[in-house]
């Protein structure tokens, strides 16, 4: 098989067959496909788009690339949370340890930038000395511990993706709903994570800047999730205006330590536990299964509020 053919297919807007989708995606990741021709696949890609079976065998090859992660029995259940991102999007920060207070644990395995806007990974080390880097058994300890960790993903964890997430940055193809989708997917499901929370963004601080390309991503991401036997649900959240009103990595990270101490912009705090109340119903705790819950003063209460 010829990487060139396969850019010929999806250009020429044919569809992808599984053993062409299984060979360049590792083969890219072994380094026989060249950057130049992952870049012009995912530019054909971005052009002619991907069908539901495409896009659920790129993901799986995706997952395949590397290992799929077990933390074991950490004594909680485990429930992520991913967002699309967007201007002052700080919410995993305050999020994590939420609901990790209601009870779940939370393996937040995140990203650096990708466009115009810092990833999680990027606010946290303008913190000194934060280390971005754990492994398999430093997360484990640390979900068992105190039932929340934000790290990198480990290098083994769809090491395709991590080669192709780098190329989208500089090629002009991030906004591709299939490679997006599969690439949060095949993270979250090889990460192990019994349910999964997509915070999906739209308008003009977001990569969707249509409520419509915002649910058409969304009900990917879903669809991606229930075949491969995760629990997950989404929200559409409005990003015409910046979260907060922190944005650049280290005040994102000051407001939202304003926010875990019960202070914070309105819209953070709203947004935070919205979403924490439906990792948690993911998770199955509800007011009477709950272990503990400890919000700040001014913060709605988890789980009901």
């Known amino acids: 098989m010829h990487a060139v053919e396969v850019i010929h297919n999806k250009r020429d807007g044919a569809r992808l067959t599984d053993s062409q989708i299984d060979w360049v995606v ?13 870049a012009a696949l995912a530019m054909a890609i971005l052009l002619n788009g991907m069908d539901a079976g495409e896009i659920a065998h790129w993901t799986q090859a995706m997952i395949d690339s590397g290992e799929v992660l077990s933390f074991g029995d950490v004594g909680r259940p485990l429930v992520d949370k991913h967002s699309t991102g967007g201007v002052g999007d700080k919410i995993t920060l305050p999020l994590a ?15 650096r930038g990708l466009g115009h806007t810092g990833g999680t990974l990027d606010k946290l080390e303008s913190i000194p000395g934060w280390r971005a880097s754990l492994s398999d058994e430093e997360i484990a300890a640390q979900l068992a511990d105190v039932g929340a960790v934000i790290c990198a993903t480990t290098p083994t964890l769809a090491p395709a993706d991590r080669k192709l997430y780098a190329l989208r940055d500089v090629t002009g193809t ?59 649900t989404a929200l559409l959240t409005d990003m015409s205006v910046p979260l907060g009103r922190a944005v650049g990595n280290a005040l994102e990270v000051a407001e939202s330590v304003e926010v875990l101490r019960g202070g914070g912009p309105s819209d953070v705090v709203e947004l935070t536990v919205a979403l924490a109340r439906e990792m948690l ?4 705790i509800t007011d009477a299964t709950r272990r503990r819950c400890s919000p700040p003063a001014r913060r709605t209460r988890c789980g009901s509020g």
Do not use: N, W
Not at 105 to 110: E, G
Not at 216 to 224: D, G, K, R
Not at 281 to 284: S, V
């Open 26 to 38: 590792a083969a890219y990741t072994r380094g026989e496909v060249a950057d130049e021709q992952m």
């Open 97 to 111: 340890p939420l609901v990790a207070a209601c009870g779940a644990a939370v393996p937040q395995l995140s990203g």
């Open 174 to 232: 991030v906004e591709s709903i299939p490679l997006i989708a599969s690439s949060i997917m095949s993270k979250k499901i090889a990460e192990g994570t019994g349910g999964l929370v997509l915070d999906v963004k739209f308008g003009s601080g977001a990569f969707m800047k249509t409520p419509e390309r915002a649910r058409q991503l969304a009900e990917t991401m879903v669809a991606i999730g229930t075949a491969h036997g995760l629990a997950t």
């Open 281 to 284: 119903a993911l998770a199955g």
